[in-house]
């Protein structure tokens, strides 16, 4: 029997104030208002995760690292792999290049002085990096980075980059760029990453899903998730958008559940560990 493909499995360390799909209705100044919730949903995560001793890729923000830098460091302590999610969550397209060598750098900083490792790792909220900012591999490559997960070859009003590569792939900036997987299905590339489409789908389908591509293409898949998607107690916002309601809310009380059973059913690895990524 072949040996299992190793899969990357990684956590966006944010709170459910933090989304793209709430900015319409939460500034970054009002975040001090809501009690964070991120802190006990990722401890929950780490029980979890040791339960079947799988190692996972955290990419952590900023601006809750430096809230909880216990957490962070306990993460570490653990064996997973710390990485960046920037510091304020904006997208890279909100930000010109000065902002986001900032942002970054801050939210990196950070990190590698609460682990007293290099940091390796980053990806953009909501995968922010595309046509208009190619410039921002530039800026990873100058502060350092080994490889980002910062694209998702499709088409999606929030992101997207449907001809890019699909696969890991060395960028001209010497960064090593990891995308969020997709599948072909009747020559349409159709998301199969995580996130919102996996508590929407029925388990069985992301099974098939997953076990389609690893068969198909024979490469790792990355699973991508958030601390408050297995959180269905979180506060509801009202005055958000329907469609971002929708998004964010459908299927909180069964992702806990789902996520247990696809720990069991492939095997996990931290993106370092999948994609033999140097850590000098």
Partial sequence: MATPI?????????????????ESVIDPSQWKEYQPRVDANTRRLLDLFAKYNVK????????????????????????????SHGYAHRRATSQDR??????????????????????????????????????????????????????YPVKHDLYGTPDWPRFTYKRKEGIVEIPIP?????????PIGGGGYFRLYPYALSKFLVSSYLKKERQPYSFYFHPWEIDSEQPRLNNAPLKSKFRH????????????????????????????????
């Fill in 56 to 83: 996972s890729t955290f990419f952590v923000l900023g601006w809750v690292a430096e809230r909880f830098p216990e957490l962070v460091t306990e993460i570490h302590r653990q064996g997973h792999e710390i990485a």
């Fill in 6 to 22: 190793l899969n990357a499995m990684t956590v966006d360390v944010e709170d459910f104030f933090h989304v793209s799909a709430f």
């Fill in 249 to 280: 809310y459908v299927n909180l009380d069964k992702t806990y559940g789902k996520l247990e059973k696809l720990l069991q059913d492939f095997s996990w690895g931290t993106m370092k560990d999948v994609y033999n990524i140097p850590s000098k």
């Fill in 98 to 151: 000065k902002e986001f060598k900032e942002d970054v750098t801050r939210s990196k900083d950070h990190l590698e002085g609460l682990i007293g490792e290099r940091i390796t790792g980053y990806r953009a909220p909501s995968f922010s990096i595309g046509y208009d900012n190619e410039w921002a591999f530039e800026v990873l490559t100058e502060l350092d980075f080994g490889y980002s997960s910062s694209t």
């Fill in 182 to 190: 997709t599948l072909k299905l009747m020559g349409k590339q159709t």
